[in-house]
């Protein structure tokens, strides 16, 4: 393996690890839009205080990450060509044991469990407080649901990662192969 090889594939999993973490933008931008549509009703809340900035600096970085995201996970062998010199294409006499995709599959099936242990404890807590608001008949609060919502679909995300790691590995080698 060479060392444009170890290259691509650390900057191909910050791409992936960037679209994981587009998600808290999501959450965090749906609560923003939640919380401007529940200022319209009561114009008091912010005063003369004009919160279009931040809900622009919200949807632009959720684009930003997410453009980010695409270019270092689809356009890896671009940045490779960058940022390594001639000598790094070249075999090393150390070269690892193992393949692209042997190291793709570890890494998302430990992406996938990373992304599910930080968000399953939280997501149980707020769902059970769902629920109970539910039962009772209480008004819930947007941006709760929003954060159910969003956090299953970490989980989601996070258990197919897991689960279709080989496949997704796959996926990437080939598409990594086809670039070249």
Known sequence: ?????????????????????????????????????????????????????ILLLTIGNFLTVIVLASFLT??????VSWICRPADYEDTAASLPVSKEVIYEGALVLLGLIVVVWTLPEFLVKLKEH???????????????????????????????IIYAKSLALILVKRSARAT
Not at 15 to 37: C, E, P, R, W
Not at 74 to 79: F, H, P, S, V
Request: proline letters at 2%; glycine letters at 4%.
């Open 74 to 79: 689809w356009k890896t062998k671009t940045i």
């Open 1 to 53: 393996m060479k060392k444009a090889d170890i290259y691509e594939i650390a900057i191909k999993l910050l791409g992936l690890y960037l679209f994981y973490k587009s998600i808290d933008l999501l959450n965090g931008m749906l609560a923003t839009v939640v919380l401007l549509t529940q200022a319209k009703e009561n114009m008091m809340v912010f005063g003369d205080v004009s919160q279009t900035p």
């Open 131 to 161: 629920i109970d608001l539910v039962q009772s008949d209480t008004p819930r609060n947007q941006y709760d649901i929003n954060f159910v919502l969003t956090s299953a679909i970490k989980i989601a995300l996070g258990l197919l990662s």
